[in-house]
Structure formats: C-alpha cells, structure tokens
C-alpha cells in the first residue's frame, strides 16, 4: 500500500508539472479540459491511497491503551473506565458492520450513536459513550494529522432533558438514610454526607487519628474526618487505614439508591435522593454556617470559587 501511495503521489506531480504549462482555464483546450478532469480524479484516488496508508499504520490497540493510561492520570479511575467501556462498544459495532475504527466517517458515527439508542440505553448513556468516543478521535487528531473527529458536531447524540430536581435532604433525613444501610454503607454514607466526599474518594480513604487522605477526580485530597462519620466507621468495626478499601463507588451508589428508593416509597423520606445527594447536603450545611464561599470551595475539593458558585447555585444556595 505505501508503494502504491508513493507511486500515486508521483502521477500526481508529473500531472501538475503538465497543467502548469497550460493556459488560464477559460482558454483551455477540449483535450486539456478532459486532461483536467482526469487529474481530479487522479488526485482523489491518490489521497485516498495516502490517507489508507497512513491509517494502516497506526496501532489502534497502543494508541487506545495510551489515550486510557493519560485519562487515568488526568482523571479518575472511574472515567478511565467509562471510556473503556464507551470504546468497547465502538469496537464490537465495528466489528460487527465489518469497519475499521481508524477510518470512521461522520455518518458511521452517528450510526453508531443511533445502534445505541436503538438498544434501549438511557439517553444520559448515549451520550456519555458519545462523548467518550468523541475524546479519543480529538486525541487522536492531536497525534495523526490523517484522523478527524467523526463524531465532532454530530445531531445524532440526545439531548439533556430536564430533570425535575428533588432537593437535598434534611438533616433527619440523612440520619435516616445511614442507619437504613448496612454498617459499612452507612460508614460511607456518612464519610460523604458529614464530610462531602465523593462516593469515588472512598475506596482509597486512609485516616490517621483525625485527619484522612484519598484520590479524587485526578487530585489528592486530604482534611479532618469530622466525629460523627468517624463514629460510624468505627461501629462497623473497619480499619482506619483503609475503611473503604476495594469498594465499588458504582456498587455503593446502587444499593443506596435501592434503600432509599423503599424509603420513599414507605415514605420516610420525601425524593428519591441519589448518593450524591449525601455530599450536596454537607456542601449547603457548610455553606450556610458562615456563607464563606472561599471555605466551601476547599472543604469540597473544587478547583475554582467558580465552579463552587455554579455548584450551590445549582443547589439553590449562592446569589
């Protein structure tokens, strides 16, 4: 193939070298017009010989393995997964319409995207694999001038509905929560309801008296474990150096929403509160013990006063 790409791009020198000689084109020729018709073609057929050869060396397993090993690092090990798993499925689809991923067409994107929706996932699903996709080829731009993201400006990914928002639940509430789960579950649900973490930060939680440590969206984070979770931790009976250790957050996100789900219908509780709405409580409780935004930002981990602002707006705290 990169012999015939050469020898392609040869023609296509020696044919430029002819037209170069000939006269403005309202003035060519009949033959000269059909000569140039003939150099189109050439030329198209060559860059599509260039372009296959350039694509079939690439090694798509290497280059998928560094793109994931970097999102690892920028990232968390969660979104290292979910791209995983968004290109995994690329893959078997291709596999199965007989289409080498390198040589993706914008059209072969979105019948990708419509394969999934057409599978019954959830919107939200589509468009996180969508998204997750559209990473890698923008990555792979950067590296390949041949490769272009097929997935950039599709209309086939689904759009964000309006999710009717259930509020963030009272203090009793919360208790109530914990003690529906079981002793480690309610050991991490306090961790993130009493000190805001994030359901990911868990498995690598390390405490030394008062103060813990863990990894979380890609940051090191660290601060005191406030009495109250650590007497949870504690009653269950787990290690301070690894409470957490080898927890699923996706597991642990499940079955509290499986607990609370009986809760609400049982009415104990007044929304189907998610996992995370256990850190969106510690997030406005801190926040409204002195309106300090410059607190609330570091206490949550987040890298701007920014997104702390836009973060209790959205949780109807904030002016």
Same mark, same amino acid.
């Given at each position: $193939? ?35 018709? %003939? ?6 057929? +060559? ?11 690439? &090694?798509?397993?290497? !280059? ?19 791209? =995983? ?18 040589? *993706? ?6 019948? /990708? ?10 919107? =939200?699903?589509? %468009?996180?694999?969508?998204? =997750? @996709?559209?990473?890698? /080829?923008?990555? $792979? ?37 914990? &003690?529906?789960?079981?002793? %480690? ?6 961790? $993130? +309801? ?10 690598? *939680? ?5 103060? /813990? ?39 642990? !996100?499940?079955? $509290? ?23 969106? /409580?510690?997030?406005?409780? !801190? ?7 410059? %607190?609330? @930002? ?22």
């Amino acid at each position: $193939m990169n012999e015939l790409a050469a020898r392609a791009g040869q023609d296509i020198k020696d044919m430029a070298a002819v037209l170069a000689a000939y006269p403005a084109p309202d003035k060519w020729t009949k033959e000269q017009k059909a000569q140039a018709v %003939r150099f189109a073609a050439l030329l198209d057929t +060559a860059q599509k010989m260039i372009a296959a050869a350039s694509l079939a060396g690439i &090694d798509y397993g290497t !280059e998928k393995e560094t793109f994931l090993n970097n999102a690892g690092k920028t990232n968390s090990a969660h979104t290292r997964t979910g791209y =995983a798993a968004a290109l995994g499925k690329l893959e078997a689809w291709a596999a199965r319409q007989g289409i080498n991923i390198m040589e *993706l067409s914008p059209a072969r994107a979105d019948d /990708f995207i419509y394969s999934l929706k057409a599978s019954g996932a959830a919107p =939200a699903t589509v %468009r996180l694999a969508a998204a =997750a @996709c559209s990473s890698f /080829f923008t990555w $792979m731009e950067r590296r390949h001038a041949v490769i272009k993201n097929p997935f950039r400006g599709t209309r086939a990914r689904p759009g964000k509905q309006a999710v009717k928002k259930t509020g963030i639940p009272a203090a009793g509430e919360v208790k109530k929560i914990i &003690d529906a789960l079981s002793p %480690r579950e309610a050991a991490a649900a306090a961790v $993130m +309801a009493y000190r805001g973490l994030r359901a990911g930060a868990l498995p690598g *939680l390390s405490i030394t008296g008062k103060k /813990f440590s863990s990894h979380s969206k890609g940051k090191d984070i660290s601060g005191t474990m406030p009495p109250e979770a650590l007497a949870k931790i504690k009653a269950a009976a787990l290690p301070l150096r690894g409470p957490f250790a080898g927890m699923l957050p996706n597991t642990l !996100e499940k079955r $509290m929403a499986r607990a609370i789900e009986k809760m609400y219908k049982t009415g104990r509780v007044q929304a189907r509160y998610s996992a995370h709405d256990l850190r969106h /409580f510690y997030a406005v409780t !801190e926040y409204r013990k002195s309106k300090d935004i410059h %607190r609330v @930002c570091h206490l949550l981990g987040h890298a701007s006063i920014q997104v702390t602002e836009t973060y209790l707006k959205g949780l109807g705290e904030a002016d």
